[in-house]
Every structure is written in structure tokens, then in C-alpha cells.
């Protein structure tokens, strides 16, 4: 089944977050929620009322698999978002800014 | 404006090689940042869009990039003083995450900026006369130049006097901030081209004429990216006099006649190629007629008085030459090794220009951590009157070093890592932050900068290799010029997987030309392979004292490709 999270920035600062639980925006990808076609649906619906809200900006979908039991994003791209860069991974926001919170 | 006579002029000496701001220009860059903490505030508070947003936002360096906004901050012709470079280093602790990552467009970005804190960052840089503005945008961008300029031995004007020029013509030019697409000048000082001239919009070479008077020799159509093209002359020789009733006449052309339905289309470079170089070169002197000649002159007068704004560093009377640095290159070999690659003549007796390397083995190109900064930003102060350049190939030169201090400057730099004796050899490699930061990347461009560094790590065979310049760009935008690398790689999307293209026989010099490409993409860890079987057929033919790219230029395509795809 193909499996997706939902993705955006926040607005007043850039950070990258992820649609996890609640629904509520998190900023560790490992908080993200896997949605199926039909429940991805309902949360980018969600992602579009925070836009207009002007919480997060850039709302949008990711692919997303299971990986040895964790979720792992299929891009490159959403891997380095998800992870922060591959070359200063100490600087991802999973690493550094490890908190849950409110858009 | 109110609150602006609280505004005092920076810290540090008007000796600093840099232009100095007078209460008009501080007024002027303080209303800038008022109006963008306005912009700003009313869009946190929901009463601007995004998509109204946006374009103010970049009109303020302000991109949203992979993981947070980006803030990319002007370096006039990449000339900063150390009070700037400290002002930096701050800004990198105090609102980003202790570094900031210097660019082929002499600037720097900063890369984990919040909005909301924008403003503030702006200010705190406004208070030593830098901004962000027009480093984004359909605009004239920071005109850049030599790293050498005001120092180099080989220099006719100093070119930094008239990057200036354009700087205040292009900044906030009524008829130019909205063109069909950014727009970038480049300009050298002297007959040899450090800057990359034929690779911009209109690239400006200083020449003289059979009289000996300086002119200038100007290129355009000259960019990367997608449709790469070398530039075309439009005019063998320009007098000075005439150099921004010229700028204005292309400039004019371009905006009437730039194409705007197609932002593939848009730049100079595709108007030049499909009017052909002569009809354009034509338009522009038609246009060049018309234009006021008393309007747009620059007489001497208004030369001086803007080369009287720079600080002049007050240079000793010094002997050509000096027993210690001598006595230095006789007795430390490590030493003499870095002076053979990292320095750079001086037209002053006794003085020289000495590089600092950014790129590390294994390191990110480009990347300097605050304490760094802040190490150069002493550096600057204690050896080259407190100013220091930004070079596009993103290291930092520090212009002005007595010949009787080199060593001393040289012992500095081993503590902050920025010793490396690598400039202009295969481990000085130009590299874009790719896919590991930027948004519009294909691919990573760093990891496979800092594989090649790593594989060629070793300091005797660098330089038996010699001068070769490698630029890896993590997509077609070519921030990197790797189509002008003596080795160029871009970074690919091949079936959603990340890809490599190698290309030979690039140049940025005034010997310009394209890369040709080496074969078909190939995945990220055999890159450092090819390259290997590459450098190993220019060490069995090249010939006494022949560079890479001139045994290139001599073998062609056929023995390089032959090797490289030998399994
Ligand atoms: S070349 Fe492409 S990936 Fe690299 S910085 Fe430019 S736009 Fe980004």
C-alpha cells in the first residue's frame, strides 16, 4: 500500500514539520504520520486550513516506505529534509530542535 | 527619517579598503529595514500572502530553502572589513548555527535564518553598512570583481572604484528592478581575467588603448545554467567616461526587447543569440547615441570623489625584498609549499596577496564557522589593514601582507584549519550547497566534493597534478560553473536517483570555453574513480610544464573517454 506524510514549513521561522498525531505539526520526521490515499486526503485538506490560518506554508505530500521497521522517505530530497544535511547531520531538526511543537 | 541621527558610522578605520557610507547611505539602508520589519510584521500577522510576500522577501535576500529561510548577504565585489566580518560571525552564532557558507557570487549565506528574526539580523547589519538587497529578484546583482583588486601587480584600474559605480547606478535604478531576469556584471581591473568575466550578463575587461590610456573591453550574453554561453564582445574599447552611458544603452535594449514570456528565454544571453551579436551590438550603440552624454558621464571628478570614499591602506616604504620571509622559504619547506599556491604578487615593494584556503581535505566548500570568521576578522586587523576578500572561487584573500609577516600570518592559520596549500589545485574545489540545502537541487554536490578531496588528499601529488580547477553543481542553475571547470560534474536526477555528468576542458579565464562531456551519468561513488583514471591519462602524456587543461586541449576528448569508461 502506498503510504504517505504530510510536509510544510513554518511560517514565522522556516522549520521544517511533519503531520503527525492529533493532528498536530512536529518537527521530527519520526513523529510523522503514514496516511493511505484516503486519509491523505483529509490531512492535506487539514495542511490547507493551516495555510490559510498562516501557521505553515508549503503544504504538501511525501512517499514514504517502510525501512527496517522505521518510516523512510523514497526521495533523496525528503530523506535530507527529513534528516537534515547529509553532511552536517548534527544540524537537522530531528537532531538538534528535538520538540514537539505548536505551529 | 526619525532615528536616524542615532546612527553612527562602524566601528574601525577609514583606512579599510572598503567604501565608506556617509549619513546618506545610512538613512537610505535604515529606511530599507524599517520597511522589511513592516513587510514582515504585517505578514506574520496574516495580512500579506505568501505569494504577496514572496517577492519581498527576495528583494531582501530571503529565500526559503530545504530546511529553513536562507539569507544571502552582499558583499559589495566581495570586499568586507573586519568589522563586517565580525558583525557576520555574529550573526552566524547568535541566529544561525555558527557558520555561514561563502559563494561563487562573492557573498555569504546564512542558512538556518527565522523569519521572524530577519529584521533584526538586517539591522544588526545595516549598523556596518551591509545588506541583502538586490541579492535576489529580476535585478542588477552585487557586481563582482577581482579578488585582487587595489593590490595586484598586473592591475590598470582599480576596478573596485567602479564596481562601486555600477553598484550605486544599478541600486534601486527605477527602470531596472524589474527586467526579464537577474541580471549580473562582472568586471576586472586588469588584462588577465580572476573574474570570471565571459561567464556574466555584460563582463567588463580593463584594457588600454595604443595611446596607454585605460579602457575598458565589454562582453555580454556570457552566463551558465541551462543554456551555457561564453560571452560575445560588443565593443573592443570603451573610455571610462563612458562606462555607465554604456551600461544603461545594454541594459535599455535588454529590458525593452528581454524576453518575459519565458523564464527560459529571459536572460541576456538568449536576446544576444537570437538577435545575433552584431544586430545587438548595433542596438546598443544606437541606443548609446541617444542616451544624454552629459547625463550619463562620469567624469573624472566624480571618479575621484568616489575613490576617495575607499579607505587607503597607508603602505610602507619597504624594500622588494625580505631576509626573514627568505630565510623562511629556505628553512620550512611546509611553508614554502603554501606560499608556491596561496599568495599572489603585490603591485607595492614588499607586500603580497596571500589566499586563505576554505576547502579543507574533506571539508565543505566554502563553509566557515564563526570562530573562523572571527580568526580572519583578526587576521585582516593584525596583516592586511583590517580588510579581506572574498574570492568566487569561495576562499578569502587578505590583500595587503607584508612580505616580513607572511610566516607569521601563515603560523595563524594552522590553529583555525585554514592553512591548506591547495589554491587552484584539484582539492580547491568550487562547490554549490546542492541537495544538501538547496531547494531547486538535483542532486548533492558536497559529499561528492569532499569524496574527491578526500581520494586526492595528498599534498605532494596535488601539486605534482598542478593547476586544476574541479566545480561540482548540484543541478543545470550552475552556481558552481561547472561547465567551466577544467573538470566540471552536475549533479542529476536520474530516475529519482542522484546522478552524476562529468564534463573536460572547461575554462573561467579569458581563454573561456565550455566543458565537453565525458559519457553518460553515473552514480556518486564511482565519480572519484573516473576522475582518478581521468588525472592518470593527463600524468602519462602531458609535457614538460603542461597543465591539465592545456593537455586536454591538446589530446582531446578521445583518450580521456577511452580511460574513463574502462572498467
Ligand atoms: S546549482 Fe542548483 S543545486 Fe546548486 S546552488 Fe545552484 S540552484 Fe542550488
Redesign the pocket.
Known sequence: MKLSVVTANRLRDGAILWLGAGPAWREHFAEAQPFDADALVIALEFGAREVALQRVIGVYAVDVEHNTGTLSPLSARERVRAHGPSVRPDLGYGQTHNTLVEA | MDGISHIQPPAGSQDVGIYHYDGLDRAWLARRVEEFREQVQRRMAGGLTEDEFKPLRLMNGLYLQLHAYMLRVAIPYGIVSSTQLRKMAHVARKYDRDYGHFTTRQNIQFNWIKLEQAPDILAELAEVDIHAIQTSGNCIRNVTTDQFAGAAADEIIDPRVYAEILRQWSTDHPEFLFLPRKFKIALTGSEKDRAAIKLHDIGILTTRNEHGEPGFTVYVGGGLGRTPVIGVKIRQWLQVSDLLRYMEAILRVYNAAGRRDNLYKARIKILVRETGAEKFAEQVEAEFARLSGDRFNLPPEVVSAIQARFGAPRFANLPATSTAFDRAMLTNPAFAQWVGTNTHPHRMPGYISAVISLKPVGGIPGDASSAQIDHIAALADRYSFGEARVAHEQNVVLAHVRLDDLFALWQELQPAAIDTPNIGLITDIIA????DY?E??NAR?IPVAQAISERFADLARQHDIGELHLNI???I????HHHVGHIGILGVDKHGEEAYLISLGGAADENAALGQLLGAAMPAHVVPDVIERVIAIYLAHRTQGERFIDSFRRLGMAPFKEAANAR
Open positions: 554549490c550547497p546542492g541537495l538547496c531547486l537541487a554536490s553543481s548540484g543541478c542553475n550552475a552556481c558552481a
